[in-house]
T-cell receptor, first 117, second 113 residues
Framework: AQSVTQPDIHITVSEGASLELRCNYSYGATPYLFWYVQSPGQGLQLLLKYFSGDTLVQGIKGFEAEFKRSQSSFNLRKPSVHWSDAAEYFCAVGSRSSGGGADGLTFGKGTHLIIQP | DTGVSQNPRHKITKRGQNVTFRCDPISEHNRLYWYRQTLGQGPEFLTYFQNEAQLEKSRLLSDRFSAERPKGSFSTLEIQRTEQGDSAMYLC???????????FGEGSWLTVV
């Protein structure tokens, strides 16, 4: 069964500083990988996704993520955070055989990002 | 695209009552998904539809839960005889087909008192 681990429950970063959120997955083959962001009481917004090709993926709002097969990781990065980036961030893995569809996405428990002024 | 729409956004109900949530997916999206999210957790897959056919159900979906998508467009999720443990946010999502991005709605919050 596939699984996702987000080791950091909370991360505090100063505004303007760089950010890296960790994500490790367990899956038997190359999966589909996603990062979503969720503001309080809201649904999930897709930041970026990896399906194939270039392992460095660019997303919205200045975020990027790098797929590292050898480490089973898909860490999210941003060079300079803004106060509006404060939110919950979820990494997710989808079955390649079903395109993330047949059995849905498996999410990590999330990382709560706090931005210090 | 107008996005995935969910109604109601919030529902407070007494234990034992039935509740129904509605989801309108993005137009022409064939796949529709239901997830449940409790506080401090990531969303958990419940079920999904390919057009009107319900193709997969998680073991989380007990007999008190039923989902339909009668015409392959909107979907409903009904919870019968609600329990306090059902309190959660119920998220609907849709995608065009296999391999396409899954877009989420803003969720329907359920509080069972």
């Amino acid at each position: 069964a596939q699984s996702v681990t987000q080791p950091d429950i909370h991360i505090t970063v100063s505004e303007g500083a760089s950010l890296e959120l960790r994500c490790n997955y367990s899956y038997g083959a190359t999966p589909y990988l996603f990062w979503y962001v969720q503001s309080p009481g809201q649904g999930l917004q897709l930041l970026l996704k990896y399906f194939s090709g270039d392992t460095l993926v660019q997303g919205i709002k200045g975020f990027e993520a790098e797929f590292k097969r050898s480490q089973s990781s898909f860490n999210l990065r941003k060079p300079s955070v803004h106060w509006s980036d404060a939110a919950e961030y979820f990494c997710a893995v989808g079955s390649r055989s079903s395109g993330g569809g047949a059995d849905g996405l498996t999410f990590g428990k999330g990382t709560h990002l706090i931005i210090q002024p | 695209d107008t996005g995935v729409s969910q109604n109601p956004r919030h529902k407070i109900t007494k234990r034992g009552q039935n509740v129904t949530f509605r989801c309108d997916p993005i137009s022409e999206h064939n796949r529709l998904y239901w997830y449940r999210q409790t506080l401090g957790q990531g969303p958990e897959f419940l079920t999904y539809f390919q057009n009107e056919a319900q193709l997969e159900k998680s073991r989380l979906l007990s007999d008190r839960f039923s989902a339909e998508r009668p015409k392959g467009s909107f979907s409903t999720l009904e919870i019968q005889r609600t329990e306090q443990g059902d309190s959660a946010m119920y998220l609907c999502a849709s995608s065009r087909n296999i391999g396409n991005t899954i877009y989420f709605g803003e969720g329907s919050w359920l509080t069972v008192v």
